[in-house]
């Protein structure tokens, strides 16, 4: 086995949905492949695209999450401060209600929740919004060495459109001033 992650029925890997509940395992040795394999920077720093992307190269087990938990559209990823402020107010309330916390139980004690699902819709809609426009967050570091010339160079290179190959879409290119 190279690679081993939970998947919605569709063989979605959960990684790539707005659940939050599930981590995924890589071997080294695949590690190692796929670094032999590629030098795009996409695949360098996101591998499992790579898996994704190659499925013939590699063992895969997808194991299928239970049905029940794909009936809503839940949002416990943290991506947002947004995203932050309801997960806590919901493990929160599993917690004082001593409700044992598991996917399934956290699925259902959200679903009776609307206003908590009314908030994960709109947290999702606006983050694929979002996704439409570039941000930057500035960081004053030691990335360019000292170099103007490396700095400009950075700057050229952040301002490049990506196609961001998890969720499927174009990020436009940002607007840069260097």
Request: some cysteine.
């Amino acid at each position: 086995m190279d690679y081993w992650c939970y998947s919605t029925k569709d063989k979605t890997p959960t990684i790539k949905t707005h659940f939050g509940y599930w981590g995924e395992g890589v071997t080294l040795s695949a590690l190692k492949r796929i670094q032999s394999l590629t030098s795009d920077r996409l695949y360098i720093e996101h591998v499992t695209n790579f898996i994704y992307s190659h499925p013939d190269l590699f063992k895969i087990h997808l194991e299928q999450i239970n049905s029940l938990i794909e009936q809503n559209n839940l949002r416990l990823t943290i991506d947002t401060y947004n995203d932050f402020k309801l997960v806590k107010e919901i493990y929160s309330k599993l917690l004082s209600e001593n409700i044992k916390i598991t996917a399934l139980n956290t699925s259902e004690f959200v679903s009776q929740n609307n206003e908590w699902l009314e908030i994960m819709q709109n947290e999702i809609n606006q983050n694929k919004n979002k996704m439409n426009h570039t941000y930057i967050i500035g960081e004053i570091g030691q990335n360019h060495n000292g170099s103007v010339d490396i700095a400009k160079l950075l700057v050229e290179l952040m301002s490049r459109p990506v196609k961001e190959e998890v969720f499927g879409i174009d990020l436009k290119p940002m607007d840069a001033v260097n």
